[in-house]
């Protein structure tokens, strides 16, 4: 069985990891190589990625986003991208405010940490269709940040549904008015994940018809905490 042509190592591209350096110029140009290459492989070898601004988003469809895994309690250990204290994000409400964006079909992040590091407002989002996120950790958005966006996009190409997100913690680090994961697509499945420290663990917003959620385990945390929001009405 033959494997993808290439392997778009980030560190190819000048990027450092080692937790102090400012990487965002060299893995912008690992994801706008990403971009030229559908259907391929990027892998972020292991180290702390700084960035202090919102990475492009993966436009391409079908391209594999690969870490080696992530340690919970030190950040130097696996494949981490942290946002710097100087963290600026993009323009609000936007999807080009996360820290790392899918937009293309069929993508899928697997073995990598987005940590927020209380600085930035939106960590992860998906407006591609049929994406996967699979044993990644999504940590410490900024307060009232969301750890995980899910939602169409009317621009975006084959716009988000059908998304799953798997074997994965949302680790909202007990930020004020933090959200784990704001789902606005039809069909989404999550499965054996764990919500920790987020005021609102799963919201569940219009449009987001057909979710199944199985295996999981949420720890909300905060005055007025709520396991899972349906559409303005919340659950302990």
């Given at each position: 069985?033959?494997?993808?042509?290439?392997?778009?190592?980030?560190?190819?591209?000048?990027?450092?990891?080692?937790?102090?350096?400012?990487?965002?110029?060299?893995?912008?140009?690992?994801?706008?190589?990403?971009?030229?290459?559908?259907?391929?492989?990027?892998f972020?070898?292991?180290?702390?990625?700084m960035?202090?601004?919102?990475?492009?988003?993966?436009?391409?469809?079908?391209?594999?986003?690969?870490?080696?895994?992530?340690?919970?309690?030190?950040?130097?250990?696996?494949?981490?991208?942290s946002?710097?204290?100087?963290?600026?994000?993009?323009?609000?409400?936007?999807?080009?405010?996360?820290?790392?964006?899918?937009?293309?079909?069929?993508?899928?992040?697997?073995?990598?940490?987005?940590?927020?590091?209380?600085?930035?407002?939106?960590?992860?989002?998906?407006?591609?269709?049929?994406?996967?996120?699979?044993?990644?950790?999504?940590?410490?958005?900024?307060?009232?940040?969301?750890?995980?966006?899910?939602?169409?996009?009317?621009?975006?190409?084959?716009?988000?549904?059908?998304?799953?997100?798997?074997?994965?913690?949302?680790?909202?680090?007990?930020?004020?008015?933090?959200t784990?994961?704001?789902?606005?697509?039809?069909?989404?499945?999550?499965?054996?994940?764990?919500?920790?420290?987020?005021?609102?663990?799963?919201?569940?917003?219009?449009?987001?018809?057909?979710?199944?959620?199985?295996?999981?385990?949420?720890?909300?945390?905060?005055?007025?905490?709520?396991?899972?929001?349906?559409?303005?009405?919340?659950?302990?």
């Amino acid at each position: 069985m033959s494997g993808p042509d290439k392997v778009l190592d980030a560190k190819a591209f000048g990027a450092y990891g080692d937790g102090k350096s400012d990487d965002t110029e060299a893995l912008a140009a690992w994801i706008g190589a990403i971009n030229q290459a559908p259907g391929e492989v990027a892998f972020l070898p292991p180290g702390q990625y700084m960035i202090s601004a919102p990475l492009p988003e993966v436009m391409v469809d079908s391209v594999v986003v690969l870490g080696c895994g992530w340690s919970y309690i030190n950040f130097r250990h696996g494949s981490v991208i942290s946002a710097l204290p100087s963290y600026s994000p993009g323009p609000s409400g936007s999807s080009g405010s996360a820290m790392l964006s899918l937009a293309g079909e069929g993508n899928r992040l697997e073995g990598i940490c987005i940590d927020g590091g209380g600085h930035a407002p939106a960590l992860i989002s998906v407006t591609g269709g049929h994406a996967q996120l699979t044993r990644i950790q999504a940590h410490h958005a900024a307060a009232n940040g969301t750890c995980v966006g899910i939602a169409s996009r009317e621009s975006a190409k084959n716009s988000a549904f059908s998304c799953w997100i798997t074997d994965s913690v949302i680790n909202g680090q007990a930020a004020p008015g933090n959200t784990g994961v704001s789902l606005a697509c039809s069909d989404a499945i999550l499965q054996g994940c764990k919500w920790d420290g987020n005021h609102v663990c799963l919201q569940i917003l219009p449009g987001a018809a057909g979710a199944q959620i199985t295996g999981s385990h949420f720890t909300p945390f905060g005055s007025g905490r709520n396991a899972i929001w349906f559409n303005g009405s919340g659950s302990t």
